[in-house]
């Protein structure tokens, strides 16, 4: 996988945007409305696929549905599909991290090694663990089906990962075309999404719209740039006009009112849309009118060691909630025959504390056992050169959309995508350093938003 421009010069110094900032720029160490956009966006796809399933076992099958699917349960999925707050994050972290780098004199393919490495690292012991499992597990004789669709599903949130590694193998010239053209880049992109969606709808086939799988991405991913610089001013604007677009596209047009994918509908998410990309604009906007509040909230002493604990967890969550829901699901719905109330009902309500306290007691091991693979093992600077990180990160690229479409299903292709994944990795990598503490303290001071304590390469 590629990324949409090429990376050329080390950017050893970044000129200020010509435009004059509207609102403060972020600041060039941690931010913590971006910590916090991070944290809340991972915790609540977290709690969002935790409480969606609606799930029953028989005839050795289990058969899901969607609790969001009933009623005005659409109306949630407006705020709950939180995917384009995290690439926002993701933008003005990235923006913030590369600029820090560039002012030390750090050369963009080490850049994007590093994040290449924090991005990748932590799918290793995913892979390790579900390569070998379905294996396992068909052999002690467990139904096939279930044990099949966990398979699936378990490789499925890498998708998220594949496209958050072209927006960061983009970063270095995005930044640049952002330096000269500022509002006009989101624009474009939002222009180019707009044409796919016309072509996609018009023509009736759904993958007329793959290419905003970029654009959509890419355009929330830019507006973090803008925030960096101090450029997102009017967010009551962006709020207004997001999610006012938002409904006259879902009200007058062929989008859906959900903003995740429901069974038997047309996708605002898979692949994305332009009605998701409103809506994107109309959270972004939301979020920076409660910015100052946010901020406050965030400096309290518990808020921010409740943040420093869960960034450094950010990554293992995402990557494992979805193991620790199967766990569950294998003892009550599977072992022991208890079907999903029916959405909304008071069993359904009552229990739902429930089913989230034994799932968070499910993820609380895998955290402690797989947190530690967030910071990958340290290496010297990276001095390879930008033909091979770029090939490094199309090879990780490729093994992480092969993950996503095959899952762990018993096969070639899920070993053919860890593999792509541990060789690009190898790329990454210089002599292994002399003192381990030293080289990742040095890592670690450059990724979270270009602080001094960064956890997380998302």
């Known amino acids: 996988m590629t990324p949409p421009l090429p990376l050329t010069s080390p950017l050893a110094t970044i000129p200020t945007p ?21 944290v809340f966006g991972m915790v609540l796809v977290v709690l969002q696929h935790w409480s969606m399933p609606l799930l029953s076992f028989a005839d050795g099958r289990i058969t899901t549905g969607n609790a969001l699917a009933a009623g005005n349960g659409w109306m949630i999925t407006w705020i709950s599909q939180v995917m384009p707050l995290v690439f926002f994050a993701g933008g003005a972290a990235n923006a913030i991290s590369r600029r820090n780098a560039a002012r030390r004199g750090e050369a963009t393919p080490a850049w994007l090694a590093g994040r290449l490495r924090r991005l990748a690292w932590p799918v290793i012991p995913l892979a390790a663990v579900w390569l070998p499992l379905p294996h396992l597990l068909l052999a002690l004789g467990v139904p096939e089906q279930p044990v099949l669709t966990a398979s699936r599903l378990a490789g499925q949130l890498l998708w998220f990962l594949a496209i958050y590694l072209v927006a960061v193998a983009a970063t270095p010239p995005m930044l640049r075309l952002n330096m000269v053209y500022g509002w ?17 709808f018009t023509s009736g086939l759904d993958v007329a719209g793959l290419p905003n799988i970029v654009l959509v991405w890419l355009a929330v991913h830019q507006l973090g740039f803008l925030y960096a610089d101090g450029r997102l001013g009017r967010p009551w604007v962006l709020a207004l006009g997001g999610y006012g677009l938002g409904a006259a596209l879902t009200a007058f047009g062929p989008y859906p009112l959900s903003m995740i994918g429901m069974p038997g509908a047309v996708s605002n998410m898979a692949p994305p849309t332009v009605a998701l990309l409103a809506v994107g604009v109309g959270q972004i906007g939301l979020a920076l009118m409660l910015r100052r509040s946010i901020v406050s909230l965030a400096g309290w002493p518990g808020v921010s060691r409740a943040l420093g604990w869960a960034g450094d967890r950010m990554m293992t969550l995402y990557l494992w909630h979805m193991s620790a829901l199967f766990v569950i699901v294998s003892v009550v719905v599977v072992g022991l025959g208890i079907s999903t109330p029916e959405p909304g009902t008071s069993a359904w309500l009552s229990g739902w504390p429930h089913w989230l306290l034994m799932l968070a007691l499910a993820m609380w091991p895998l955290l402690r056992g797989f947190a530690r693979f967030e910071t990958p093992p340290a290496t010297r600077p990276y001095t390879g050169g930008t033909v091979r990180v770029l090939v490094a ?26 593999g792509a994944i541990v060789a690009g990795l190898a790329l990454t990598c210089s002599r292994p350093a002399s003192s381990t503490s030293s080289g990742s303290s040095g890592s670690r001071r450059d990724e979270r938003s270009g602080g001094p304590r960064v956890p997380s390469a998302l």
Not at 20 to 35: H, K, L, N, Q
Not at 393 to 408: I, K, P, Q, R
Request: glycine share 10%; no cysteine.
């Open 184 to 200: 006009r880049v989101p624009a474009a992109l939002a222009a180019g999404a707009v044409a796919v969606d016309v072509l996609r």
């Open 393 to 418: 990160a199309a090879l990780v690229g490729l093994g992480l959309l092969t993950l996503t479409v095959a899952g762990f299903v018993p096969g070639t292709a899920p070993l053919v995508g860890a």
């Open 18 to 38: 010509r435009t004059a900032s509207r609102t403060a720029p972020a600041p060039a160490g941690r931010d913590p409305f971006i910590d916090v956009l991070r």
